[in-house]
């Protein structure tokens, strides 16, 4: 196990002062770099901008903004001003963003290369009351680079430390806003930002040159670059993730940390042996994934070729509860998730008692992370996690929480996930909840019925796949599913939408009608041990 002494620094602003030229940031692909200087001189202008707008402790902004220097200023900007930040995917539709904007922000940063959503925007969320564009001009918005000019470096006296307001897929697949409460630490007294990264397990410190590869409106990726930066180290972004570029800045910039999703796993182990042994990977430390579950094969080559440094953990957006797995111990249990190391887990059966070891049931957590669940959850007419009325004690203020995974524990304490109960489909370390793409295709007049599943796909875990009940078009079904195809990508997010459609006579339903779901996945995942990839 990796040790590292805990950390008393917890601010960008104490490596501004002992070394402001350090890099906090170094964009992969154009080189571009934020100083630490650079990052607590414009983190400070963007509070003084929110402040200016009218922002108080406890109010939002909201961040449309691709990987660059820029989105972490901003998101430390809110962080030292006691604002909550939430990031969003900047593959979204206008509607879709202003579902997330409407429900929770005062502002809003966006980047030029989403300027057309961005000018949609306007129109649906009228309330807004700060507009900026960054990286270039948007009709209507004021612009980052000219606008910060306006406002003093120092710090805001007095601030608090803020929180992400992190958004996930409900069973609708509408977003719902985890909101947890604000620690009321006056800014850059937060402890130790981290502790799962800083103490004991990964060794994150003032040393840490952290590739972060995947985008940053995702909860992880921006959650431990400013980890690394709450202790001094360097964060190496990726604009978009390149399996050869990512060993290219391994070598180039001596990284010793990074985590990554297993389809970026998999795209490295594809790679021909000579393009990845040409890389000299000697400073890697420490590789952490997580997101999805990861392909034994995949892992076990991946443990094979870079050594016992690979670790992994298993969460969720919620903060329910945490596993943890070692290479070495993940060797002699492939499959496992790991150990808990966060909340308390119980495995439960349909009647909500505990199953034995080795028997599958839901996974359920209690302790303080669920007891807070309730709060967490910003919008009341989203659909919550699904909650334990009483824990086994009978105390009713003892509840328990899930997010609907399925799996084991042995006798030895390790998890084993096997399946989910919710529909939600894993693509490539994206969680995609399939509801929303069957409303829009049962809104066709082309089809009369429809179910969206998760189908196995090597390189992505899961990708997302149609069955279709037609009504009589006169097109033939190549035809028809290229215009149902279109017709999703009109409505949703590219990421979303299926890859594929297959034709059937119905639908397997219940007389109530509701769907089998269960049986349909059943014909793609037939010969597979589990049905999460």
């Not at 691709?66 to 900047?90: H, K, V």
């Not at 306007?122 to 948007?138: A, Q």
């Not at 990726?221 to 360097?234: D, K, N, Q, Y």
């Not at 990845?276 to 094969?297: G, I, M």
Request: charged residues 20%; hydrophobic residues 40%; proline residues 6%.
């Amino acid at each position: 196990m990796i040790q590292s002494k805990v950390h008393e620094l917890a601010f960008p602003a104490t490596f501004a002062a002992r070394t402001p030229e350090k890099p906090a940031v170094i964009m992969g692909t154009s080189g571009r770099t934020l100083t630490y200087q650079g990052l607590e001189d414009h983190s400070n202008q963007v509070a003084h901008l929110l402040a200016d707008a009218g922002l108080a402790y406890g109010d939002h902004i909201a961040l449309l903004v691709d990987n660059c220097p820029e989105i972490l200023e901003i998101m430390w900007a809110a962080q030292r001003s006691g604002l909550y930040f939430t990031p969003i995917n900047t593959r979204l539709t206008a509607r879709e963003v202003a579902y997330v904007v409407a429900d929770c922000a005062k502002a809003i940063f966006v980047s030029k290369s989403v300027a057309q959503t961005a000018t949609e925007l306007i129109e649906l969320t009228p309330h807004l009351d700060l507009r900026i564009s960054v990286g270039g001009s948007v009709t209507d918005h004021l612009a980052y680079e000219s606008v910060l000019t306006e406002f003093p470096a120092d710090p805001i006296p007095g601030a608090f430390e803020g929180a992400a307001m992190a958004y996930s897929s409900g069973t609708t697949g509408r977003p719902k806003g985890i909101m947890r409460p604000m620690t009321g630490l006056l800014a850059g007294h937060a402890p130790y930002g981290n502790k799962f990264l800083t103490e004991d397990r990964l060794g994150w410190s003032e040393t840490t040159v952290y590739l972060s590869p995947a985008p940053l409106h995702h909860t992880s990726p921006f959650a431990w670059s400013m980890a690394t930066h709450r202790v001094g180290g360097t964060v190496v972004q990726m604009e978009r993730f390149d399996a050869l570029e990512a060993l290219a800045l391994i070598e180039r910039h001596q990284i010793n940390r990074t985590q990554l999703v297993p389809t970026m796993m998999a795209r490295i182990m594809k790679l021909p042996i000579a393009s990845r042994d040409r890389f000299d990977l000697s400073s890697l430390e420490v590789v952490v994934h997580a997101a999805a579950p990861c392909p034994p094969d995949v892992k076990r080559a991946m443990i094979e070729w870079l050594g016992p440094i690979v670790y992994e953990f298993y969460s969720m957006s919620e903060g329910l509860g945490a596993t943890f797995i070692t290479s070495e111990e993940w060797m002699t249990h492939p499959g496992s998730v790991g150990r808990v190391v966060m909340g308390e887990l119980h495995i439960l059966n349909e009647d909500k008692h505990e199953v034995p070891a080795g028997d599958d049931g839901v996974l359920w957590f209690g302790g303080e992370a669920a007891a807070l669940l309730s709060d967490q959850i910003a919008s009341p007419d989203i659909e919550a996690s699904a909650r334990a009325p009483e824990s086994a004690t009978n105390d009713p203020a003892e509840h328990w929480a899930t997010v609907g995974d399925v799996g084991h524990i042995d006798q030895n304490g390790y998890v084993y996930l096997t399946d989910r109960i919710s529909n939600m489909i894993v693509s490539g370390g994206v969680n995609i909840y399939p509801q929303e793409a069957e409303n829009v295709l049962i809104g066709h007049p082309a089809v009369h019925d429809a179910a969206v599943i998760g189908v196995p796909n090597t390189d992505l875990g899961e990708e997302v796949k149609a069955v279709v009940v037609l009504a009589d078009t006169g097109l033939s079904r190549s035809e028809t599913e290229a215009l149902l195809l279109a017709y999703c990508r009109e409505h949703m997010a590219t990421y979303k939408c299926p890859r594929s459609i297959d034709f059937v006579g119905e639908l397997p339903r219940q007389e109530n009608g509701k769907l089998y779901k269960r049986l349909l996945k059943d014909q793609y995942w037939a010969g597979r041990a589990t049905r999460i990839v």
